[in-house]
């Protein structure tokens, strides 16, 4: 049996996973990371459709929020990070039709600043077909999931706040 993580008396998460919504600069323009991935198996339908998101994947044993999430976003996203805040968590309750059951999963996401390119490689059962940064509109026109659409509203006000400290 899978390891669950407790939320409260009567209800528990079957996975956790973290993630990323990085940026950083084009001059004076802020770009957002998404990546395009093919559909993993708590999706339904055919396995040629693709979803454009924000990199994200499970925690392994023992590994906290934060690694997690930069080791995900490195992973899928071939970037290095630098953690801002903490930005909230999206609860998913999914099919797996690998496990041929209903799966109750949190992910947690943080908001990241680009650092620099990396070259780790990508094991998954889920595959990156392409990486690339996008303005805000962009990024919500492509954005396949409306709650990480809220997620980038959020992530560029928190954002925009913390750069209107610095000035």
């Not at 040629?48 to 590994?63: A, C, I, M, Q, T």
């Not at 801002?84 to 968590?89: D, F, P, Q, V």
């Not at 659409?149 to 560029?156: F, R, S, V, W």
């Amino acid at each position: 049996m899978a390891e669950l993580t407790k939320i409260h008396d009567d209800l528990y998460y079957d996975e956790r996973s973290a993630g990323g919504i990085v940026y950083k600069f084009n001059g004076d323009k802020i770009i957002w990371l998404v990546v395009k991935t093919s559909i993993n198996r708590y999706n339904k339908g055919d396995s040629d459709k693709y979803v454009n998101k924000f990199p994200k994947g499970h925690l392994r044993k023992d590994e906290v929020l934060k690694a997690a999430a930069q080791r995900e976003v490195e992973e899928e996203g071939q970037v290095k990070t630098k953690i801002i805040t903490k930005l909230g968590s999206n609860d998913y309750v999914i099919w797996d039709k690998e496990q041929k059951k209903k799966i109750i999963k949190k992910v947690t996401f943080f908001l990241m600043e680009y650092a620099g390119e990396s070259n780790l490689k990508y094991f998954d059962n889920e595959v990156v077909l392409e990486r690339r940064w996008l303005g805000f509109n962009e990024a919500m026109m492509a954005l396949a999931y409306d709650s990480e659409k809220i997620l980038l509203k959020k992530a560029k006000n928190k954002l925009e706040e913390i750069i209107k400290r610095k000035i």
